[in-house]
DNA sequence: CATGAATGAGCTTTCATTCAT
DNA sequence: CATGAATGAAAGCTCATTCAT
């Protein structure tokens, strides 16, 4: 796991006021990047990346301006750090749907594949990064395409070979989604497109344990042999 | 429909060639307001709200960066405009909701509520908007839930009268489908994704219509009485 | 001849002041761009490029930083303007050294090449392009490049042509001076070179006209037949 | 003369491999400041005062941006050192000038005066402190003037006694030179400007020798008795 | 003494907006 | 209405300087 801010000393109550004494944190680089991209990601996932101000998140991570040009080289070196950081995340994925010899029950479908989807999808952190990608990642084509062949792809063809293999197991039976084994995770783009127009539970008409639930009730119908 | 830029008299000869001067020209206000917003739409498409400059609006819509100011008040009202303009725009979609007191089959929900959707989706404007609101709404927020309130709420709950009023008939079977009406259109939220992260159609996996046949051949499957 | 601003009208006693209305005065842009060169030689000369701000630029040229990027992309912009302005200016130079088929006296020499450099020489301007030149060529060394070989070059090999025609001519005598043409110029060095350190004629223990009739004295004698 | 870094020890292995981290000795100061010294001329040189970063000097001296401040406190005083390290440098110039009560010739002219500030020009170090002194030294005129007063006020009128004695003597006749001592020199200026404007021997069309005798043979022309 | 993270003032550059023409 | 020079408020970035380690 990635070095994070969760455990810092809070910062005292001087620091928190404008003129308190700056107090000078040194703090080791791994840990003050942390910290700036845990910022970037919130500011950039609030305002979007052209709107964010580089002193905002320098405000976030505790520092100051040219503090985090010590440790990144501009406004889009962040960016790429950040989608970066995401790229590793989510590597329970594709080992768990590298599955063993065993059958591919839907049962297995759904604790291997589609659990985690979700669980990574309650992460506030996932449902930031996405949204970054999607609304500025135009602006940094390259990066969106790495991410996609790093992480989007694999998983998918993942997937699509489990899918295969049960077929051929006869453990799933043949149909619309075993024909198009990407339509498997169609509700879970539902569940994505709605966090990127709402950001994540806000007064969503259906909860994401709701979709999950329902989500899993069409794959038992529709893979039934 | 809003005015709009289709019919258009054609440019001049001069304006047709590489950096003849664009019109100069004193155009109604309405078609210059349709111009304008047209122009906004494909830049802020491009580069996101944050990075457009009104000199690239004014420039794709043939005048200068003080014509625009002409006829908006700022870049935001521009922003605006847009959104509004799309509120009526998918005409199609609500007309078909409102169906008829025939038999509701899945014949019938392809024809009025899937298809329309599609075909929406292949419309470039239509991407455009989706990815404004998505990439920038956060900034305009009350505007985005305006659309979400005149657009989105009422089709979803036609759709969902819709089908709910097919099971009462028995003409759709009950099902994960029927019971969670909103996972109908799961599959069409997987397009607006990708066309979200890489634009139209630039090497997509699957076409819009392979998908759209997956589509409907799913929805065959599970809604069969 | 370079628009200039010498016969503009003095700005009012209100735009003097700060806070006085700015006026906004608009300008035809040659007439702008040549204010602020003239502002900008000025400045550079007193700070140096590096330590030259725009603002400074701006304010002496009587508009705001934005103005002077209406008209310039950049700082280094402005400086290589500067010294492509200097590039053409001492154009009588070359074509009276290409002197006719007449006797090259001392007296021509001096009336063609002496004589125009030492005016020259005495313009400001001419001084703070050179102090230009030498103290921050460097960072842009093809712009000097291209004025020595545009300016400086064709001036020297003008002059040696003259001296080796003289001495065919048998009007002057042969000597060092004659062997080593570029020697003539020497005293001009001197003169150069103590402008760059300490600006026109601020107390020089030797004034620009006194070493202009030595140099012409040594010339005389060192070049008598 | 002055500490230099001349004869340092050796630097250790893995400081001559490219990578190799720099000493982080501790040396002692006077060498430490004269490494210090050495970087900075060489860096001012190489791009003007201004835009020099203590970074440069710093890495180029073998220690951190706080080792340099460690011996200087600022910027500027570590150019004031470098300048008043020049102010003793050209060792050979004053004793020379301090001729004996011996007859003044041409010979001893040359041998005692001009030679000796031929072999100084022949010095990357003298070179880089002129041009230092002309580039800069209008951000910090107060040395200039020290350094002319020091260096070159005391030389030019060592130079214009040893010149009137000799008339007085006999050994040089009257002239165009002997009138104006100064313009013995003259050829001098070229050398330097041609320094200042681009560096020591690069592609020079005239050596610094040739030069050297072509001013020889014309100083031996022009003052002959 | 030396290091290098951090500060903060200052600079260049951008751009929405205004307004004289 | 349209133009485009001009304004002025940011924002990105740099770098001399400080100081905890």
Redesign the interface.
Known sequence: MTASTANLPPPTFAEGLPGGRPSRQRLSPPLRMAQILDAALAVFH??????SRIDDIALRAGLSKGGVYAHFDSKEEIFEALIDRSLTMPAGLDEAALAPGQMVTVDLLVERVIDPVYRLLARPETAMTLRL???????VQAL?ERW?RAVLDPFASAVERLVRRAVRQGSLGK???T??P??L???I??V??WQ??HGQGEGAP?TLE?QRR??I??L???LAP
């Not at 609030?46 to 709107?51: H, N, Q, S, V």
Request: glycine share 8%.
């Open positions: 609030e305002k979007g990346f052209a709107a990608v999607v609304a500025d990642g135009r602006q969106v996609q149909g619309a989604l024909a198009s990407w339509l995770m169609a509700p783009a539902q994505v497109l990127l127009m259906v709701q329902s989500h009730a069409l038992r119908e529709a």
